[in-house]
């Protein structure tokens, strides 16, 4: 159903609804906050009880690089997608309509909802057929950060154009105080003649997964341009949506502190100043952020050669940020509040380990965990809430984003030191030769995948399962 024939739909079953005796008022819609850096989606819902989207998802248009169309798979003629919003605890329902020639699905990337929505094919439940609707359903238990891509063939149809964010608000006495809330989806695509490069099969994209050779965020490769009033304070959330880039940013003029991650915002003794953030494909940052003078910039670091083969760093604005100094002076306070954040409790867990291995064949490079290469069975079966410490060995050279659906974890330590990342998790870098360990109790039942978050490792085998049981 096109959102239009669904609005209509909607207003006709209010139409003729019976008036009942002392109905009570109807709840105001109450506005969410603005989130700026993407064109939000419209609630087609007039209750305050659900969110209702509606997305259709197509080839189309996009100007991703000034002056140059790309074709590309999108969400409703955009890429990324258009933002969807909603409440912690609301009732959120996404009618998604496959127009492409293939099946895709929408995966919601960290969120703790039922199995049966979280857009992976396995058992009874299928892909989006093409020309099919499916209605998507759930309410998200936890605020925070979120992201949404197919998980059929996700390696072509992410990096074709297909994914966007997803802001779950929190409670309004947990949010920040800040003169603006922005969001930024950070990508690279392979452009190759004007268009997105054809899915690659060489060796090199075997073993290290798809880099791009233009930058993105929020879909163009022009930075963004931010004004700041004198003494202002913003939100930044800050998205990796690329298949395989891991990406360090650093703040050149400004006072950044990070006060949350995948998981939601974090208790305030946990918060800290930085000066770079390493985010790893699929992983979320909040960020408070200040400019210290009248200029910073939000600067990825992207490594290359020079002319004598030598490894630089070359520096890349993503956000232009300058003082508007005719403009009032904030009284915003920024983060103050202190959201209760609880970690596993890792006394007594049990022990999983995962170990990363590979072969290179026939058909090129298989990656597996535990010599198992998806679709193959796994054997991994946990119960519902108790906490398990999963030790992931990395003996090769490659680098792993580790990914868990549908469950958040700690990461507790890297090769037996404690691990720097706080705060609660659906994806950690593992580097070559290393080894993680996180903790995880859980809490959510259901079958889920786990896998690497470098597209073209997860579509090579690096994926399994976790049958959490109730
Ligand atoms: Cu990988």
């Known amino acids: 159903m096109t959102r239009s024939l669904l609005l209509l739909a909607l207003l006709l079953t209010a139409c003729v609804e019976p008036a009942a005796e002392e109905e009570p008022p109807p709840v105001e819609p109450q506005a969410l906050p603005t989130v700026q850096g993407l064109q939000p989606s419209v609630d087609l819902d007039p209750s305050d009880d659900v969110a209702e989207y509606a997305m259709t998802v197509r080839e189309g248009s996009v100007e991703l690089v000034a002056g140059q ?8 003629g955009m890429s990324p997608g258009p933002l969807l919003q909603v409440r912690r605890g609301q009732l959120m329902r996404v009618h998604v309509t496959n127009d492409l020639d293939e099946p895709t699905t929408v995966h919601w990337h960290g969120l703790r909802i039922d199995v049966a929505m979280d857009g992976v094919v396995m058992g009874n439940i299928p892909a989006i057929a093409p020309g099919d609707t499916f209605v998507y359903e759930f309410t998200p238990p936890d605020a925070g950060t979120f992201w949404f891509h197919p998980h059929v063939r996700s390696n072509v149809q992410v990096e074709a154009g297909l994914y966007g964010a997803l802001v779950v608000h929190e409670d309004a006495a947990l949010a920040p105080s800040v003169d603006a809330d922005r969001i930024f989806v950070l990508d690279d695509v392979l452009l190759e003649d004007g268009v997105i490069a054809e899915e690659s099969s060489n060796h090199m994209v075997q073993m290290h997964g798809r880099f791009g050779n233009t930058l993105l965020v929020n879909g163009q490769e022009d930075p963004l341009s931010i ?4 003494d202002g ?3 930044w959330r800050l998205v990796n949506t690329a298949n395989a880039r891991t990406m360090v940013f650093r703040f050149p003029g400004l006072s950044v502190r990070e006060v949350g991650a995948d998981g939601g915002l974090w ?8 000066d770079e953030l390493t985010l790893p494909v699929g992983a979320r ?4 952020v200040r400019l210290d003078g009248d200029e910073g910039s939000l600067e990825q670091v992207v490594l290359a050669l020079d002319a004598n083969n030598d490894v630089i760093e070359v520096p890349v604005d993503r956000a232009l940020v300058t003082l508007d100094g005719d403009a009032a002076a904030s009284d ?4 103050t509040a202190d959201p209760p954040m609880a970690l596993p409790d890792v006394d ?10 590979a072969v290179n064949g026939a058909d090129g490079v298989t990656w597996m965990l535990n010599g198992r290469a998806w679709p193959e069975a796994s054997d991994w079966v946990v119960d519902q809430n108790v906490p398990v410490i ?63 978050h470098i597209l073209e490792h997860a579509e090579r085998g690096m994926m399994t399962t976790v049958e959490v049981v109730p």
């Open 69 to 76: 169309m790309v074709e590309a798979f999108t969400y409703d």
């Open 227 to 230: 004004d700041l009033r004198p």
């Open 233 to 235: 304070v913003e939100r």
């Open 267 to 274: 208790p305030q003794e946990w918060t800290r100043s930085i």
């Open 285 to 288: 940052a909040e960020l408070e």
């Open 332 to 335: 915003a306070s920024g983060f």
């Open 348 to 357: 007594g867990a049990d022990e999983h380990v995962l170990a990363v291995s």
């Open 390 to 452: 999963i030790e992931v060995q990395n003996d090769l050279g490659p680098e792993h984003p580790f990914h868990v659906h549908g469950q958040f974890f700690s990461v507790l330590e890297r090769d037996g030191a404690p691990a720097d990342e706080r705060g609660l998790r659906d994806t950690v870098l593992v580097r070559g030769g290393t080894t993680v360990r996180i903790a995880t109790d859980f809490s959510n039942p259901g079958t889920w995948m786990v896998h690497c």
